[in-house]
């Protein structure tokens, strides 16, 4: 069996500095490309079975959707996962992220969806302010206008499964006629349905705008995606911090967002 490292020097050399710096890193995972008689696959070292069967159990339970490439096999760490060779895209990625969202969300929001009560995301929520305030970032008047904000528009239950939750423009990929999520190590699950595409949001990926523009019309999700994008801005934001990457913050997203 070939096998080739999927990531560049550079990628790898960077994770090493920041390790070095002692900043936390959140990539644990090894890929490289496997020639297996002949045909190439991506398989995905995992540092545990536990996050590989997660990642596995995602992509059987969302082949159906078309949103990430298809899975070959799983054995302890490793995922194995079909290559999926990149064409020229047919349409612009903000219009194909938003599909992509949209596909892998509305089978997740009918008919039975997973719910899980409000207070939950709320606390979750009131967590990352505190630390943002701790460090210095927001001060208490915007911590309180904010989780004010969240009790008084969260819905009772918020719908929670599988997300696409590292939405950066290097992870999607256009190939056979369609847009796929292709580091399959950001599939997680039971997450707050949304926090996938409030990042795709922040990134500047879809343009800021109601889910209905993005042509997700699910009432669930309209309820509760602004209740997740302030989940995602204070996660990522203290995220950021623990990694070193101060520079990806721009905190006036969490007053704009209310």
């Not at 990430?68 to 219009?95: I, K």
């Not at 509760?224 to 801005?233: D, E, K």
Request: net charge positive; proline share 7%.
């Amino acid at each position: 069996m070939k096998i080739r490292n999927a990531n560049p020097w550079w990628t790898r050399w960077q994770r090493l500095w920041r390790r070095w710096r002692g900043h936390q890193d959140n990539k644990t995972h090894q890929v490289h490309w496997v020639w297996v008689d002949g045909k190439r696959q991506k398989r995905v070292r995992f540092a545990t079975p536990q996050r590989a069967r997660e990642v596995a159990d995602g992509l059987q339970a969302m082949a159906t959707t078309g949103c990430f490439p298809a899975l070959h096999s799983h054995s302890g760490c490793d995922v194995f996962v079909a290559y999926v060779p990149q064409t020229r895209p047919q349409d612009a990625l903000a219009s194909g992220v938003a599909a992509f969202y949209q596909a892998l969300y509305h089978p997740q929001m009918t008919p039975a969806p997973q719910l899980k009560p409000a207070a939950v995301a709320l606390a979750e929520l009131n967590q990352g302010l505190s630390a943002l305030e701790q460090a210095g970032w927001i001060d208490a008047e915007c911590r309180d206008q904010i989780d004010a904000f969240a009790h008084r528009h969260a819905p009772p239950m918020l719908v929670t499964g599988y997300d696409y939750v590292d939405a950066v423009a290097k992870n999607f990929l256009f190939g056979q006629d369609r847009w796929f999520g292709i580091d399959i190590e950001a599939i997680e699950p039971a997450q707050w349905l949304g926090l996938g595409l409030a990042k795709a949001e922040y990134r500047g990926l879809v343009p800021p705008a109601d889910p209905d523009h993005w042509g997700i019309s699910d009432p669930l999700f309209k309820k509760q995606y602004p209740i997740v994008r302030l989940i995602f801005l204070v996660g990522y934001f203290n995220a950021k911090l623990a990694q070193g990457k101060p520079r990806r913050i721009r905190i006036e997203a969490l007053t704009d967002a209310i």
